[in-house]
């Protein structure tokens, strides 16, 4: 099973997660999965279409925002605006979640959601380094 990494109360990341695992996200009260991997990155890897089938079988909203290396300013808009928008839990998984945690904190920062220190706190208490990532501020 995956691990989910709280980052906020309503904001988690993962490495790549199953189908298997949707129902355990259902369980812990996701109601939304943001797929940040593309499909056939790694042989053996999940398609993001299986992935969204189990999460319409348990009734969790799922969004697929691929990101191919460091996510760019739109997709980290994109991961942002999304978990922002939605009414509960968001679980967003990549390869390992360092891509998925990276474009919702360049969301967050674009936006002024979250300060560049409170980005790289909440980042590190769920285990990934966001200094290197994140704009320094004026």
Not at 29 to 41: K, L, S
Not at 66 to 72: A, L, M, S
Request: charged share 15%; with cysteine; aromatic share 6%.
């Amino acid at each position: 099973m995956a691990e989910f990494r709280t980052v906020t109360d309503d904001f988690a990341v993962s490495g790549q997660i199953a189908p298997d695992d949707v129902g355990v996200a259902a369980a812990q009260g996701f109601i939304m999965i943001i797929n940040n991997r593309p499909d056939g990155e790694a042989p053996g890897q999940p398609s993001g279409e299986a992935i969204a089938a189990a999460a319409a079988a348990v009734g969790i909203d799922y969004v697929h925002i691929p990101v191919v290396g460091r996510p760019t300013a739109e997709q980290g808009r994109a991961v942002a605006s999304t978990a922002n928008t939605a009414q509960g839990k968001v679980l967003a998984f990549c390869r390992s979640g360092t891509r998925s945690i990276t474009a919702w904190a360049l969301g967050q920062a674009a936006a002024g959601a979250l300060s560049r220190e409170a980005l790289i706190r909440l980042g590190c208490s769920a285990g990934y380094d966001l200094s290197t990532v994140l704009p320094e501020t004026d």
